[in-house]
């Protein structure tokens, strides 16, 4: 697995563990502190507001804006904070693939069953997780008919290494069992 570069390394103490640092982002991180700054002032500025008891018949939909605001920050806070000590650690021990999103020591895993996984390839996610690298990827698995993405921070070529060495995986641990699985290639046909 030479395709790694500086910013993934395999990990050599299981059989199959890779560790990717979030890639810095100077530009998305200066927008995610100016959005940071307006959203927090203007939270402020509505705690504020309803302290001195301005909101009257508005209450509530002032919290709920509130409340909304918040949220938003919060989004905006995790995607800073990811971008600057994320962590995405994906690990495969014959039992499952296990994708965990890694703020130092804190965060979320999703543990997929390898007898589940009926197809692997190279395919980019979309959306707005995506555009801010949280989530999303590059290596697509589909679990149980559910597709999930990982590989947030990789290139098409890292997540084609990954892919095959996943495949293999599989295929050796297919060889000792009953496991229905149809492992498709990178470009869609059936092996």
Request: hydrophobic share 40%; with cysteine; proline share 4%.
């Amino acid at each position: 697995m030479q395709v790694f570069n500086e910013r993934s390394s395999p990990a050599r103490d299981t059989p199959f563990e890779l560790k990717i640092p979030a890639k810095e982002n100077r530009l998305l991180r200066f927008s995610c502190i100016i959005v940071l700054l307006l959203l927090t002032s203007g939270g402020v500025a509505v705690i504020s507001y309803l302290y001195h008891g301005k909101a009257g018949e508005d209450l509530p939909s002032t919290l709920l804006w509130l409340i909304s605001w918040f949220a938003i920050d919060f989004y905006f806070f995790y995607v800073l904070v990811w971008n600057l000590a994320g962590t995405e650690i994906i690990r495969f021990d014959g039992e499952s693939l296990t994708v965990r999103y890694d703020i130092e020591g804190c965060g979320r895993t999703k543990r997929l069953p390898a007898s589940g996984i009926s197809e692997i390839s190279v395919e980019r996610a979309s959306g707005l997780n995506e555009l801010f690298g949280v989530s999303g990827g590059t290596v697509k698995a589909v679990c149980e008919e559910e597709p999930h993405w990982f590989g947030i921070e990789i290139s098409d070529e890292e997540a084609l290494a990954i892919v095959r060495e996943l495949k293999s995986r599989l295929k050796r641990q297919e060889a000792g069992s009953d496991h229905p699985c149809s492992i498709v290639q990178a470009q869609g046909q059936k092996r």
